[in-house]
Every structure is written in structure tokens, then in C-alpha cells.
Nanobody, 125 residues
Framework: QVQLVESGGGSVQAGGSLRLSCAAS????????MGWFRQAPGMERDGVAS???????IYADSVKGRFTLSKDNATATLYLQMDSLKPEDSSMYYC????????????????????WGQGTQVTVS
């Protein structure tokens, strides 16, 4: 059974940093696409960043240069380092895992990802 457990959310002031973690189990972690999505109340779930099986990250334009996505295959953990946070980054952040590698047309499509964590809240004031 695939499990994704997020941690690291919290409240910070604008300009601050947070690091989200996603621990994966029951999943061929190193072989498939994994990513982070975020969803604010009443809004659609949007792709923030995804990483390919070989560790190439892909970012949404809104977070390029501020967020860094990485993964540790040895511990099956996905990380999202978020710097220079803005109030508009406030949202529930979800870790997601796909059943195939990332594709240009689908890395930010929630429907492409079959496994989800429970989410962790990020609030920037």
C-alpha cells in the first residue's frame, strides 16, 4: 500500500522559508514522477513542482527561483525548499506520486497522479 506523509508546514512571515518533506512507502519511489501541489480554499489544485525519476525538477512559473525540489532515493523522501515566501503562497500543500515518469504535458495535472498525501498547511503573512 502506497503511503505519502507530508510534514514541515507552518506559519511564516513574508520573505521567510519553510521546508516541506514527503516520506514515501510502498512505492517504487525512484522510478516514477513525484510532485507537490497546492490548493487554497475554493480554488483548483495547482502543480507547484515535480521531479522526474532521474531527479530533474520542473517548476511552475510562480515559484521558479524561489522553490527548490529535490529527492533522496535512499530514504524515499521528497523535499520542497521554499524561500522568499509570499502571502500568495499560502495554501494546503500536497505531495503526489504518479505511476509513470513525469511528462511535459502532465507534470502539473492532478489527474496524472494516483497517490496523494494528506496535505500540510502553509501560511505566509
Amino acid at each position: 500500500q502506497v503511503q505519502l506523509v507530508e510534514s514541515g508546514g507552518g506559519s511564516v512571515q513574508a520573505g521567510g522559508s519553510l521546508r516541506l518533506s514527503c516520506a514515501a512507502s510502498g512505492y517504487r519511489y525512484a522510478s516514477y514522477c513525484m510532485g507537490w501541489f497546492r490548493q487554497a480554499p475554493g480554488m483548483e489544485r495547482d502543480g507547484v513542482a515535480s521531479i522526474t525519476s532521474v531527479g530533474i525538477p520542473i517548476y511552475a512559473d510562480s515559484v521558479k527561483g524561489r522553490f527548490t525540489l529535490s529527492k533522496d532515493n535512499a530514504t524515499a523522501t521528497l523535499y520542497l525548499q521554499m524561500d522568499s515566501l509570499k502571502p500568495e503562497d499560502s495554501s494546503m500543500y500536497y505531495c503526489a506520486a504518479a505511476r509513470d515518469d513525469c511528462r511535459a504535458a502532465s507534470w502539473s495535472d492532478p489527474g496524472y497522479f494516483g497517490y496523494w498525501g494528506q496535505g500540510t498547511q502553509v501560511t505566509v503573512s
